[in-house]
T-cell receptor
């Protein structure tokens, strides 16, 4: 199994809603990532988890809250988002986060904030 | 600060043509370079990974080269097909972070 699975594929939410994005991998990878991608722009790193601990937070607003319940799962909790947060949210994983490993990406969640 | 640039930004070619996509980066202290394909609104599919100690990787009709000292990589696509139409992204790895170029949007005409 070389897949990273993201749910849901599409999400529409209001600015007062609370929702969560989910990501799962069964490759035994110990590093997991959240990226944000606006239309026609490259992906931008948001968070990195290594061995279930938050390693990097790229100064992401607190309305985005990551969680890594175990080594296979990664969540992104959303609360009080703004319309400018509408984007494709991508999850990725790698064997470790130390250097030369290949990144595997999921198919993403297309988020629209109304 | 690492910057990754891809040229051209867009490319339209007839089917069957061989083509080269270019990627340059400013900091040569990279761990690896990875080429991805992205279809509209979809995730990223890994095409090739070149470690910093390697010069070249091949997979089917794809060949990627890396010249770390000059900060350049190329992706060569042989005998292009309409199904190759997508955005191609290069990404360099430095420690915990992967920095992406803006991509080359490729359209292969039948």
């Amino acid at each position: 199994d070389t897949e990273v699975t993201q749910t849901p594929k599409h999400l529409v939410m209001g600015m007062t809603n609370k929702k969560s994005l989910k990501c799962e991998q069964h490759m035994g990878h110990r590093a997991m990532y959240w990226y944000k991608q606006k239309a026609k722009k490259p992906p931008e790193l948001m968070f990195v988890y290594s061995y279930e601990k938050l390693s990097i937070n790229e100064s992401v607003p607190s309305r985005f809250s990551p969680e890594c319940p175990n080594s296979s799962l990664l969540n992104l909790h959303l609360h009080a988002l703004q319309p400018e947060d509408s984007a494709l949210y991508l999850c990725a994983s790698s064997q470790d986060s130390g250097g030369g490993e290949k990144l595997f990406f999921g198919s993403g969640t297309q988020l629209s904030v109304l | 600060k690492q910057e990754v640039t891809q040229i051209p930004a867009a490319l339209s070619v007839p089917e069957g043509e061989n083509l080269v996509l270019n990627c340059s980066f400013t900091d040569s202290a990279i761990y690896n370079l990875q080429w991805f394909r992205q279809d509209p609104g979809k995730g990223l599919t890994s095409l090739l990974l070149i470690q910093s100690s390697q010069r070249e990787q091949t997979s089917g009709r794809l060949n990627a080269s890396l010249d770390k000292s000059s900060g350049r990589s190329t992706l060569y696509i042989a005998a292009s097909q309409p199904g190759d139409s997508a955005t191609y992204l290069c990404a360099v790895r430095l420690g915990f972070k992967t920095i992406f170029g803006a991509g080359t949007r490729l359209f292969v005409k039948a």
